[in-house]
Nanobody, 120 residues
């Protein structure tokens, strides 16, 4: 069974930094894309950043220059370094992985989410 577990959320003042981690575990054959999404209260879930297996990276315009996504393929882990945080970054952050398990079909797997709150 595949699991994605996030950590690193919390409360921070505007201008501060946080680092989120997400580790995928279980019977995994390969991981293609690892992503971070967020969902603010009353809003739809949105893509924050994504990184492919070969290192191609995309960011939402709202976080470019402030957030950095990285990935450790050996550890099946993705990170999100968030700097210069703003109150509008407040949301539940979700990790997602497009992966192929050893038994089963390729699909999207999600973590349980970690809350980030940025105070003004």
């Amino acid at each position: 069974q595949v699991q994605l577990v996030e950590s690193g959320g919390g409360l921070v003042q505007a201008g501060g930094s946080l680092r989120l981690s997400c580790a995928a575990s279980g019977s995994i054959f390969s991981i293609n894309v690892m992503s971070w999404y967020r969902q603010a209260p009353g809003k739809q879930r949105e893509l924050v950043a994504r990184v492919t297996k070969v290192g191609t990276i995309n960011y939402a315009d709202s976080v470019k220059g402030r957030f950095t996504i990285s990935r450790d393929n050996a550890k099946n882990t993705v990170y999100l370094q968030m700097n210069s945080l703003k109150p509008e970054d407040t949301a539940v952050y979700y990790c997602a992985a497009d992966l192929t398990p050893r038994a089963g079909s390729r699909g999207d797997y999600w973590g349980q989410g970690t809350r980030v709150t940025v105070s003004s």
